[in-house]
């Protein structure tokens, strides 16, 4: 089955700078790839997606990009504000959907003042 | 419009008991999803529901059952909880287009 590591498990940035979270899959049939962002005693929310058929894709402060050949899609964050702490988590799916997804380990951003 | 709804939210069971963990969902979508959230592990996958009347296996189903009630509700069941079942739980449910998955608030259980 497919398997996504996840890297860093903690990054600590200073308000302003940027983060990058990198994460890859083994699954060469996975063809979606969403973020979400779990805040302190929530559920996980959708951030962004990213399908195969697409290298990149930005939404305001965020962005992913996706390395088919390698593997590998990280999560960029820029300006980074102090709502931006949480932990993050990437996923694979090879049904093009949300179905069946198969998550990394999360990341947990700390933004500082 | 709540979205996705668990109950309850925090629960502490000795090891032998059984429970239930309820999900609904009132977007009318046809998938529905358990997950368990384990520190260094992310989510994975207990059991899911394509649509009412069916029920699959996920990655970790050992130990649970699942029934989709109706297309609203599908439950969560530990027939004899043991410790290792110490976790947080979600529910979810993706969209009919499934590009995306909408999460309970989880229901964090304690076995002991």
């Known amino acids: 089955g497919e398997n996504v590591e996840q890297h860093p498990s903690t990054l600590s940035v200073q308000e302003g700078d940027s983060a990058v979270i990198k994460c890859t899959y083994s699954d060469s049939a996975s063809n979606y790839f969403p973020w979400y962002k779990q805040e302190l005693g929530k559920g996980p929310q959708l951030i962004i997606d990213i399908r195969s058929n697409v290298g990149e894709k930005k939404d305001q402060r965020i962005a992913v990009t996706l390395n088919k050949t390698a593997k590998h899609f990280s999560l960029h964050i820029t300006e980074t504000q102090p709502e931006d702490s949480a932990v993050y988590f990437c996923?694979?799916?090879?049904?093009?959907?949300?179905?069946?997804?198969?998550f990394g380990t999360g990341t947990r951003l700390q933004v500082t003042l | 419009n709540a979205g996705v709804t668990q109950t309850p939210k925090f629960q502490v069971l000795k090891t032998g008991q059984s429970m239930t963990l309820q999900c609904a969902q009132d977007m009318n979508h046809n998938s529905m999803y358990w997950y368990r959230q384990d520190p260094g592990m992310g989510l994975r996958l207990i059991y899911y529901s394509a649509s009412e009347g069916t029920t699959d296996k996920g990655e970790v189903p050992n130990g649970y059952n699942v029934s989709r009630l109706n297309k609203r509700e599908f439950s969560l069941r530990l027939e004899s909880a043991a410790p290792s079942q110490t976790s947080v739980y979600f529910c979810a449910s993706p969209k009919p287009v499934n590009t995306e998955a909408f999460f309970g608030q989880g229901t964090r259980l304690t076995v002991v």
């Open positions: 996923a694979a799916s090879r049904t093009g959907t949300a179905s069946k997804l198969t």
